[in-house]
């Protein structure tokens, strides 16, 4: 089945820094790459999506870049701020099924 | 509504009751999807409803697991004779659903289940 390894699990960055953070996936048939923001003891937020027709999808200070032969993509966060500290997670399904498998889930904490 | 709204948010049993935990999704999604996030951990596929189809269940742990959705909107995931292993933060997802499967998924805050 698919599987998504995310990495790295904690990143520390000073504010104002870039943070980049890596999943890989398994399922060649995957076609839809959510990325979700999750803050201590809340619901996990939606912050960015991209498909397999493009490679890179920009929104403010947020990117998303996919290499589908690599069978990777990335989360880029520019110009960092102390509320960008969360958990972050992407996610992809097995094919065209709806369900998503997450990655573990990266701790980014931005340092004032 | 608004958004996924669950319930309960808290709820605390004891070793081997049943609990019975709900989802309203957002109207007009037609996709309803459960999760389990334990601590510290990502969340984990449980099972996935998208209409009148048959559910996706191959996420479910074991049979102590099932879950319903009923007339197309609100879900029920039911957990009988409850383990300790069972304590996590359950999510229940909602999306619109069209001719691809992939649609953005917008979660509800959760039901923390803490079994003693």
């Known amino acids: 089945g698919e599987n998504v390894e995310q990495h790295p699990s904690t990143l520390s960055v000073q504010e104002g820094d870039s943070a980049v953070i890596k999943c890989t996936y398994s399922?060649?048939?995957?076609?839809?790459f959510p990325w979700y923001k999750q803050e201590l003891g809340k619901r996990p937020q939606l912050i960015i999506d991209i498909r397999s027709n493009v490679g890179e999808k920009k929104d403010q200070r947020i990117a998303v870049t996919l290499n589908k032969t690599a069978k990777h993509f990335s989360l880029h966060i520019t110009e960092t701020q102390p509320e960008d500290s969360a958990v972050y997670f992407c996610?992809?399904?097995?094919?065209?099924?709806?369900?998503?498998?997450f990655g573990q889930g990266t701790t980014l904490q931005v340092k004032p | 509504g608004a958004g996924v709204s669950q319930s309960p948010s808290n709820k605390v049993t004891e070793k081997g009751k049943d609990v019975e935990l709900r989802c309203d999704p957002i109207s007009g999604h037609t996709a309803l999807y459960w999760y389990r996030q334990s601590l510290g951990q990502g969340l984990e596929f449980l099972i996935y409803?998208?209409?009148?189809?048959?559910?996706?269940k191959s996420g479910l742990p074991s049979d102590r697991f099932s879950a319903e959705r009923t007339g197309g909107s609100v879900s029920t995931l039911t957990i009988q004779r409850t383990q300790q292993e069972d304590s996590a933060v359950y999510l229940c997802a909602s999306s619109l659903y069209g001719t691809d499967a992939n649609q953005p998924q917008h979660f509800g805050d959760g039901t923390r289940l803490s079994i003693l």
């Open positions: 399922d060649s048939a995957s076609n839809y």
């Open positions: 409803f998208q209409g009148n189809s048959a559910p996706d």
């Open positions: 996610a992809s399904p097995p094919g065209n099924t709806g369900k998503l498998i």
